[in-house]
């Protein structure tokens, strides 16, 4: 095998990096894994996985990442709360730079993930945590019997501005087509909701407000082109998400959306990194493919270590 | 939680944070919100590297409501520097240790 520290590094703690380590301690590969924050990643704010199968009753985003973790530990995975600045991918050995040390591994699986991507338009950084969110499980208590806007028309501008009508008492759903992409399930709950009234067609172009609140936001009718202000206390933004992928700069073959390009077997475009996961250029970011990705890109990497 | 981290209420807000003589990191959290469960472990080992030259404290925005209100805080985490009784830096959501180090050291004058 390899003379460095470990035989596989994986980047981001997410369900693709629990599972990536999971399967990679199983196999008996000295694993390491790198999460910057808590393991869990993006589902660490859903209050309900319905989609993820074996859990009937749901389960918690929190409780689902709590128990990936144990089980990965139970195998012996190692994990480390540090965050990855640099990679070197130019050797067999990679690199990974960390602020106090440099670590290396001939084998790496990026599993980074995604993040919500913003709208860019005036207002949305100055209210940022004063009205503006992306994130319904941490904020949407502070919106007790108020008016807020949820833009987004997926699945998750859907369920999330469901779950807002728990303490709202108008959520309104901006959509910049006139149907939905969300899952039908979603759509039908949506549609049966008194709470939630849609506006199609439509985009924001700016978020206003006081010195520290959201009075209103602007919209723009795609079709006609009309604008309008509509009053709000809150503007929840869910119109996608972006790849966390700032510390690989140009280390590998990327799509023109900066997701990591793979093939089946989850090989990036540098030999022996992988990739899994949300950061992958995908058709479907869900927790039940990135654990699948996962599985693969471990086996992929244990293969890749053998055969050194 | 860790010894170094001071439960703060809305009553005690004013004695401890903005009458405090060392600057204050006020954490603003609450139970019900998966990011502040992050956060949470990086305060207190912060509180245990840094807690001779700068106060920390917790703040439980159910048990809570008046201070957040005050500052108009309508997301969590939101971590507030405070220093002589006024906001010196504030910090939005869940961030990496690195980040909160940085603005610590910023607000007590040692900038890397």
Not at chain 1, 10 to 34: D, E, F
Not at chain 2, 6 to 23: A, C, N, R
Request: hydrophobic share 40%; glycine share 8%; net charge neutral.
């Amino acid at each position: 095998m390899s003379n460095s520290e470990y035989d596989l590094i994986i980047i981001g703690g997410g369900p693709a990096g629990l599972t990536a380590g999971l399967y990679a301690s199983r196999s008996r590969l000295k694993a390491l894994m790198i999460e910057k924050l808590l393991p869990g990643g993006q589902i660490r704010v859903s209050d309900a996985l319905e989609n993820y199968p074996g859990f009937p009753e749901t389960i918690t985003g929190a409780e689902l990442a709590q128990r990936m973790t144990e089980q990965a530990g139970k195998f012996g995975l190692e994990i480390e709360t540090n965050e990855v600045l640099d990679v070197d991918f130019s050797q067999k050995i990679k690199k990974i730079s960390l602020p106090d040390k440099t670590i290396s591994a001939p084998a790496v699986i990026i599993a980074t993930g995604a993040s919500p991507r913003k709208l860019n338009v005036p207002g949305e950084e100055i209210f940022l945590g004063k009205g503006v969110s992306f994130c319904a499980t941490c904020d949407g208590p502070f919106f007790h019997n108020s008016v807020v806007a949820a833009v987004g028309g997926g699945d998750t501008a859907v369920q999330e501005s469901i779950f807002l009508t728990k303490f709202a008492k108008k959520v309104y759903v901006i959509h910049r087509r006139d149907e939905l992409r969300a899952t039908k399930i979603l759509q039908e709950r949506a549609f049966a909701n008194d709470k939630i009234e849609f506006i199609w067609d439509s985009v924001v172009t700016g978020i206003k407000g006081g010195l520290t609140n959201v009075d209103a936001i602007t919209l723009k009718n795609v079709k006609t082109s009309d604008t309008k202000n509509l009053n709000v206390d809150g503007c929840f933004i869910w119109v996608g998400t972006r790849p966390n992928i700032e510390f690989l700069k140009n280390a590998l073959e990327l799509d023109k959306n900066g997701f990591i390009i793979t093939d089946s077997h989850m090989r990036t475009s540098v030999a022996g990194v992988f990739a899994a996961g949300d950061i992958r250029n995908t058709p479907l970011r869900q927790v039940a493919t990135a654990v699948g990705d996962a599985a693969i890109a471990a086996f992929s990497a244990e293969h890749y270590i053998t055969n050194l | 939680m860790s010894d170094n981290v001071l439960i703060i209420t809305d009553t005690s807000f004013d004695t401890e944070v903005l009458k405090s003589e060392k600057p204050v990191l006020v954490d603003f959290w609450a139970p019900w919100c998966g990011p502040c469960k992050a956060v949470g472990p990086i305060i207190d080992e912060l509180a245990a590297a840094f807690g001779d030259k700068i106060k920390f404290a917790k703040c439980n925005v159910d048990d809570n409501p008046l201070t957040p209100g005050k500052y108009g805080i309508r997301s969590i985490p939101t971590i507030i520097f405070f220093k002589n009784g006024s906001i010196a830096e504030q910090v939005i959501g869940a961030v990496p240790k690195t980040k909160l180090e940085d603005t610590i050291k910023k607000v007590i004058g040692e900038s890397s």
